[in-house]
């Protein structure tokens, strides 16, 4: 199973970027996906996660600011980010709780992450 992010790069303040999250592989079913960050020198943060059925959760810093979408036929999960700030600057992983077999658990899995810089 792997978990292909892109879509990050280079914004201005105030910009917008849409990160794209691909899930591969011998996958059964997927349950809740998210997108999590990370800036220089701190901790790993989730920014925001959505359930099979479409239920989102958002960290209070990004709500109202950026849109986290799934589709579960593509097995993909986008995060549509507005009025980007300075300190959203850090680099995006994407993840995904994720069935390979009828008789196995949920497996947590990471995207190698993609950096998003805002800066002017």
């Known amino acids: 199973v792997q978990l292909q992010a892109s879509g990050g790069g280079l914004v201005q303040p105030g910009g917008s970027l849409r990160l794209s999250c691909a899930a591969s592989?011998?996958?059964?079913?997927?349950?809740?996906m998210g997108w999590y960050r990370q800036a220089p020198g701190k901790q790993r943060e989730l920014v925001a996660s959505?359930?099979?059925?479409?239920?989102?959760n958002y960290a209070g810093s990004v709500k109202g600011r950026f849109t986290v979408s799934r589709d579960n036929a593509k097995k993909t999960v986008y995060l549509q980010m507005s009025s980007l700030r300075p300190e959203d600057t850090a680099v995006y992983y994407c993840n995904a709780y994720i069935l390979t077999n009828s008789r196995s658990a949920y497996h947590e899995y990471w995207g190698q992450g993609t950096l998003v810089i805002v800066s002017s």
């Open positions: 592989g011998s996958i059964f079913s997927i349950n809740v």
């Open positions: 959505i359930t099979r059925d479409g239920s989102a």
